[in-house]
């Protein structure tokens, strides 16, 4: 597509559900990334994906979050039992390459109550 | 470990006024450097970056941003601000060095004032 397309664009849960996020990159953009955005903490570096694989998976929070990628496209991030603190917006970014910057999304705005 | 510290929260300035948001980083090898911005309710955009080359660089909508490796900074400067730049501006960094992340800062909220 255009752009990074994000869905859904808001989501509120209740507390102790699962919730899926989804990605889709721009075509042809090998590198997805996901990144959370609290108020007034900036951008909190959740997870890289190099096509299928993830390499750096070292900024998700605890084991109640997990992302996959499939076919090189889209991804889907998955937070179980959900938290109050979970409430955030969900940023993925996609780039052919590093050092030409990110395309982000405009977000999934997640709200826990 | 990469850290950038955007050191002013909040900057108002007045319509036509010149604006400097200030940027710093911390790593011992070679960087690639990001401002981005994201207007309410949306994205964020890539508004200049810094790879290598020239220190003084050109982005969108009359922005610039200087590199100065010996103070590891990346100030974003604009000569007249208009209503319109109102948004959160965030500076990012990633090592040059083939790592493929970027490390954000915490964002500078400008706020032009009619």
């Known amino acids: 597509g255009a752009g990074v397309s994000q869905s859904p664009s808001n989501k509120v849960t209740e507390k102790g559900k699962d919730v899926e996020l989804r990605c889709d990159p721009i075509s042809g953009h090998t590198a997805l990334y996901w990144y959370r955005q609290s108020l007034g903490q900036g951008l909190e570096f959740l997870i890289y994906f190099q096509g299928n694989s993830a390499p750096d998976k070292s900024g998700l929070p605890s084991d109640r979050f997990s992302a996959e990628r499939t076919g090189g496209s889209v991804s889907t991030l998955t937070i179980q039992r959900t938290q109050q603190e979970d409430s955030a917006v969900y940023l993925c970014a996609s780039a052919a390459q590093l050092n030409y910057g990110y395309t982000f999304g405009s977000g999934t705005r997640l709200t826990v109550v | 470990a990469q850290s950038v510290t955007q050191l002013d929260s909040q900057v108002p300035v007045f319509e036509e006024a010149p604006v400097e948001l200030r940027c710093n980083y911390s790593s011992s090898v070679s960087v690639y450097l990001f401002w981005y911005v994201q207007y309410p309710n949306q994205g964020l955009q890539l508004l200049l970056k810094y790879l290598s080359g020239s220190t003084l660089v050109k982005g969108i909508n009359g922005f610039e941003a200087e590199f100065n490796k010996s103070q590891t900074s990346f100030h974003l400067r604009k000569p007249s601000v208009h209503i319109s730049d109102t948004a959160e501006y965030f500076c990012?960094?990633?090592?040059?060095?083939?790592?493929?992340?970027?490390?954000f800062g915490t964002g500078t909220r400008l706020t032009v004032i009619p």
């Open positions: 990012a960094v990633s090592e040059g060095t083939g790592a493929n992340n970027l490390f």
